[in-house]
């Protein structure tokens, strides 16, 4: 069975500093990861996908990197921005999934960027 | 453009009563459609997904059903509350063979 971690579960940092939020996922055999924000209260936006054959994505001041065959994916922000606080939450799908193109989701990591 | 919406936003509700949440799509045709449940302390959960009309698969045992009557639309039901169903409910969608999915703006469920 497919479980995604995310640490650390909490990050608190002062506007301007370069981060790094981890992802693991427990079973190798995925078809595309991707990265999510989620404000309070709020739905999920989709920041990056990144498919099995490729080893990163970039947007903006986002850059997402996947090592499928240890499990991984890092989601680089530069220059951070007290507008970039929310929750990022990472998400899996399988080659073995049998819930059509459903998603197994990390707990999430909560960044506060502070001005 | 396509858009999805749900409602209600909110709803607090007594244990033991109905539950109708709907979600539709607007702009798109056959999509994926699927039910999350965001828990307090848990990450997001799969609960239903639908590749057509009348076709849902649930992903795990609970207390809620969905259905799917038409083409864009996705509801998620329950006949007697419990107090486990609060939490956080999201639709979300996605084009048959893409994969990309896009999320509702959630309904927040609270059972009393």
């Known amino acids: 069975k497919q479980e995604v971690t995310q640490i650390p579960a909490a990050l608190s940092v002062p506007e301007g500093e370069n981060l790094v939020l981890n992802c693991s996922f427990t079973?190798?055999?995925?078809?595309?990861l991707q990265w999510f924000r989620q404000d309070p209260g709020k739905g999920l936006t989709s920041l990056l996908l990144?498919?099995?054959?490729?080893r990163e994505q970039t947007s903006g001041r986002l850059n997402a990197s996947l090592d499928k065959s240890s499990g991984r994916s890092t989601l680089y922000i530069a220059a951070s921005q007290p507008g970039d606080s929310a929750t990022y939450l990472c998400?899996?799908?399988?080659?073995?999934?049998?819930?059509?193109?459903?998603?197994?989701f990390g707990k999430g990591t909560t960044l506060s960027v502070s001005s | 453009s396509q858009t999805i919406h749900q409602w209600p936003a909110t709803l607090v509700q007594p244990v033991g009563s109905p539950l109708s949440l709907e979600c539709t799509v607007e702009?798109?045709?056959?999509?994926?459609l699927y039910w999350y449940r965001q828990a307090a302390g848990r990450g997001l959960q799969l609960l239903f997904y639908?590749?057509?009309?009348?076709?849902i698969s649930s992903e795990v045992p609970q207390n809620l059903s969905a259905s799917r009557p038409q083409d864009r639309q996705f509801i998620l039901s329950s006949k007697k509350l419990l107090l486990s169903d609060s939490g956080f409910y999201l639709c979300?969608?996605?084009?048959?063979?893409?994969?990309?999915?896009?999320f509702g703006p959630g309904t927040r469920l609270l059972v009393l």
């Open positions: 639908s590749v057509g009309i009348g076709q």
């Open positions: 990144i498919q099995s054959s490729q």
């Open positions: 979300a969608w996605n084009r048959q063979g893409l994969e990309t999915q896009y």
């Open positions: 998400a899996v799908r399988g080659l073995r999934n049998q819930a059509g193109t459903a998603l197994i």
């Open positions: 702009g798109t045709s056959n999509p994926n």
């Open positions: 079973d190798s055999a995925i078809y595309n």
